[in-house]
């Protein structure tokens, strides 16, 4: 075997099995490159033997070159992952990745998240559970927050019934009020694999998101895969999983979406409530003002 079939079977893993964004997948390859070229690794058995301190020795030789701290964590992310992944191809019982701390971070001004960091914060969440199916399962959470504007608790009330998704969902959300929102390919493939991955059954009339021990899964389980991710990617304690709706409504505001289409697709009980919650900058409203409002010229 040869680095390059190390790294072949690394995307290939990353890209059919995990379904990772392409963004990530050339993320988490270039740093296995990276690793394996100044490691000289060349077997699967090479790649299950590093350790915490090999891992360590890398990253402050990264550092030296000037690595951030930020982009430091998720290269220690992608790493880790990759080593957990050579170990279970080399046959470990328990191929689980180095214990190593990420280095310290310091919090950033509170802001949106943008939808690349959406995205990776999703994939990420999914490449450090501990069970492929349960990073399929907070992936594909995240993404219905993020995709359709969705609540928490209106994601975690799907039922087996609800899958496969098609191009749109009616969602009951709250005092009883249901509404139609639009469901992305991306979020319709994340809860389709998840749906393949989990191992309890998925009937009907029961939730379709399950905990470790097959229940009704938690807000606060995905609030804790959120802060871990978070933490990962240097974001603020601003971004949390109800953030990902915040973002999915000021994004589309963003690009022109009207109030009252927005009302609707947040539930929103008054137009009030759509214009707090989206804190769109004026300039932006303006912009669209500007462009739609017949005598604005």
């Not at 392409?22 to 270039?30: E, L």
């Not at 701290?69 to 992952?81: I, T």
């Not at 999703?122 to 559970?129: K, P, Q, V």
């Not at 990617?233 to 505001?253: C, E, K, N």
Request: with cysteine.
């Amino acid at each position: 075997m040869s680095a390059a079939d190390l790294l072949g079977t690394w995307r290939a893993h990353l890209t059919d099995a995990r379904r990772r964004s392409p963004h990530t997948v050339r993320a988490y390859v270039s740093a296995a490159q990276r690793l394996i070229h100044a490691r000289g690794l060349s077997e699967w058995s090479d790649v299950a033997a590093l350790e915490a301190h090999d891992l360590r020795s890398h990253l402050a030789a990264r550092r030296a070159e000037g690595l951030g701290n930020a982009s430091a964590a998720r290269e220690l992310s992608a790493l880790k992952s990759f080593i957990a992944f050579g170990r279970a191809e080399s046959g470990d019982l328990d191929p689980a990745a180095p214990r190593l701390r990420g280095p310290r971070l310091k919090k950033g001004l509170p802001r949106p998240v943008t939808p690349d960091e959406a995205v990776n914060i999703a994939d990420l969440i999914d490449g450090i559970a501990v069970e492929d199916w349960i990073g399929a399962r907070d992936r594909a959470v995240l993404l219905l927050m993020y995709g359709s504007g969705l609540r928490i608790a209106e994601a975690l009330s799907l039922q087996g019934s609800d899958v496969p998704l098609g191009e749109t969902l009616m969602v009951t959300g709250k005092g009883g009020k249901q509404r139609l929102v639009p469901i992305l390919p991306i979020t319709r493939d994340g809860v389709a694999v998840y749906a393949e991955a989990c191992p309890w059954p998925l009937p009907a009339n029961e939730p379709l998101f399950r905990g470790a021990k097959g229940g009704p899964l938690s807000q606060g389980m995905v609030q804790k895969a959120m802060a871990r991710a978070r933490r990962a990617l240097g974001l603020p304690d601003t971004a949390t999983p109800h953030a990902l709706r915040h973002s999915f409504a000021t994004h589309l505001l963003s690009a022109g979406a009207d109030l009252r289409s927005l009302q609707e697709l947040l539930g929103h009980a008054s137009l009030g409530s759509t214009q707090i919650y989206t804190k769109v900058d004026a300039a932006s409203l303006l912009e669209n003002y500007r462009k739609a409002h017949p005598r604005a010229k």
